[in-house]
């Protein structure tokens, strides 16, 4: 594999990754009033409008990251309607 | 442009517009107690390698996403940082 598409991949793990540790606090936390409804709304839409594009153009890596992505950002938004 | 090329850059498009309402919210409110520093801080390193690999790929939808995207969420970190 060379750099570039390491590079590549290392961004993607790392954007994908990051919505981790918000889950983690949310969850322990259960405080979501300085979270962004429309923001979680609009990410949890734009990650599967992603999923959907790596089914159809049969791309592993985009369809892996955006399956965790919509994973991640679904359980914010779910936590974020609940606690308000 | 096909109907996969429209549906990826609209997916592109939403995940980084998806940090305005974040970024508008936060302004206002001066409150970022909720928000995770490991995920602005992750977001912003994730986001800035993709710039870095879309210009090395020279790909202008991946250089403008993430010119934005880093933009964005640097500005989330800032204030994180700065009210705590």
Chains 1, 2 share one sequence.
Do not use: E
């Amino acid at each position: 594999m060379d750099f570039i598409t390491i590079l590549g991949l290392t961004a993607a793990t790392i954007t994908t990754a990051s919505f981790l540790p918000q889950v983690i606090k949310t969850l322990k936390t259960r405080q979501t009033k300085d979270l962004s409804l429309g923001m979680y709304l609009a990410m949890v839409v734009g990650f599967s409008l992603w999923l959907i594009y790596g089914l159809l153009v049969k791309d592993i890596p985009i369809i892996s990251a955006n399956a965790i992505g919509t994973t991640l950002a679904l359980i914010i938004l779910v936590l974020k309607i609940k606690h308000g």
